[in-house]
């Protein structure tokens, strides 16, 4: 298990996480934790070591190297999706950890991720990887303070308001104006590398989508069309 942390010694802030089952070294029959994250300038960090399933005896070896991430690897350098476009390409691929543990979204164990945003138009958007290789959180806010809309992860969604089949689609009906974050992760925690299209599309939703537009079922019907 590996952690990667700053501050004091005596109140450390984790900023990264890793352990023998989320991916990394394939040479080690144990899958070696591995991490990555972004570092300041001048600030130390410290990295913290643990046995595999509590060990407490045993050597090892640390590899620390220098990788590229992807550029919208931080939210605030989220790439933005403009009206019309249907298609966001892009890798996850040396992606930095983003631990932030007051929001929802968040996957406990701080996978890499990258980042887009789009703005509402008042249509509902409907959001998926086609490749299904990648989980999806949205939300809504500011990079400093995220409110967590909805996410997909594995086989459950956090917020049950929301459609969702087993090819990950979300659908979402969007205010007009609002800027929506869109964080994008390896499914299932399988990999940290390799390339993702998630699919983007709008359009207007039924008339009684809402519960304040149902639709009068006269007495007598029958069956309802839809």
Known sequence: VGTGSIGLCDNLQCIAYAD???GGCTESSYGAATVLFRTDVGVPYYIGVEGINNSSQGNFTLSISKVVAPLNSDCSKAIVIKPGESLATGTITNAT??????????????????????IGTGDVFEIYDQNMTAEIAVSTGSCENLECLFTYQGDYLLNDMVLIDYSQRMNFRSEVGVEYFVQVYGALNISWNGEFSVVISSGQPPPNDDCSSALMVEPGTSSVLG
């Open 20 to 22: 023998s089952t989320s």
């Open 97 to 118: 950890h983003d631990i932030q543990f007051n929001y929802p979204c968040e996957r406990t164990d701080g996978l890499p991720s990258v980042w887009y945003s789009l």
